[in-house]
């Protein structure tokens, strides 16, 4: 199957919408991002974007490549100021990552700004897609750790349009507490149904958060059936 990778806001962005949920709180997600491009005027884009200058926010490149924290590219708990001064000293510049144990050189063009959300625990999840249907991947200690977590990942698996709906995820979660095992599984289930309706063939959230009663994505690695 051919796939397309896209950007960490574009997959945020029709995350918010498929989970807009009016009547469960607990399952959506507002999708306040913003993308930064050389082409940006950053002098407007707080009269756009309010809460950029109201609240503390992440910043990172989003540019199709993972392990931003370990390469030191991630920016938290900033204000505006601190955001805009990191993205400036960074934009169009040459910069080496190291991706598998491989330099990778290139310039930083795009850069991702969106609300610091405080927590306490990190959770994994992650949906890919094989010949004979979805597998979903769940672990409650997610993280840039997660390779060195693999032990905890739990599996389940769905057949071609097959939907999770009814089923019981208390395998997936195992002895995740009791309290959030409901909001845990139909976060999963709704994410499995957005995989399917937005045709998705990877989508990874590591790590989602739980933060006053609602799930939310802290960061997002996805690819798109490149045919849909």
Partial sequence: ??????????????????????DDKALSYNGR?????PGTDMQRLPQ????????KLVVKPDQLFGKRGKNNLLLLDADWNS???WIDERMNK??????NNVEIAGELTHFLIEPFIPHEKEYYVAITTEREGDVIHFSPQGGIDIESQWHTVKQLRAPVMGDIADEDLAAVLGDEDDNLRPLLAGFIKRLHRFFVDYHYTYLELNPFAVKDG?????????RVDDTA
């Fill in 1 to 22: 199957m051919a796939q397309k990778g896209i950007r960490e806001y574009d997959a945020k962005r029709m995350l918010a919408k498929a989970l807009a949920s009016p």
């Fill in 33 to 37: 991002v913003v993308l930064v491009s």
């Fill in 48 to 55: 756009d974007c309010g809460w950029l200058t109201e609240s």
């Fill in 83 to 85: 955001a805009r001064k």
């Fill in 94 to 99: 040459p910069t080496t990552i190291v991706q």
């Fill in 214 to 222: 609602a799930a939310i994505p802290l960061d997002c690695v996805a």
